[in-house]
């Protein structure tokens, strides 16, 4: 089965940092994006960064500036380097594996259980 586990999260005052990271197992070759949404309290699944075969990088216009996305594709690990955080990055965010082309997202095959970010003022 494919199983992807998020882990990471925590809570931390504004302007702090906070490293989330995605263990992938049971993948096969052929999924060529991972990343990230997340879904804040009373507000709609969005997504936030993701890296695609070629590790082209796309990051949600919120967190551009903020957030690093990184692979490692030998390991099948996504990481997700939150800086700067604010208040409004809280949110529950999942980690998803499936295919898209530039930043956009074709389908999402895979998805965590999701890893809980608490940013505080």
């Known amino acids: 089965q494919v199983e992807l586990v998020e882990s990471g999260g925590g809570s931390v005052q504004a302007g702090g940092s906070l490293t989330l990271s995605c263990a992938a197992s049971g993948l096969i070759s052929s999924i060529a994006c991972m990343g990230w949404f997340r879904q804040g309290p009373g507000k709609e699944r969005e997504g936030v960064a993701s890296t695609d075969a070629g590790e082209f990088l796309a990051y949600a216009d919120s967190v551009k500036g903020r957030f690093t996305v990184s692979r490692d594709s030998a390991k099948n690990i996504l990481y997700l380097q939150m800086n700067n955080l604010k208040p409004e990055d809280t949110a529950m965010y999942f980690c998803?594996?499936?295919?898209?082309?530039?930043?956009?997202?074709?389908?999402?095959?895979?998805w965590g259980k999701g890893a809980l970010v608490i940013v505080s003022s």
């Open positions: 998803t594996v499936g295919d898209c082309y530039g930043g956009s997202w074709l389908r999402m095959d895979y």
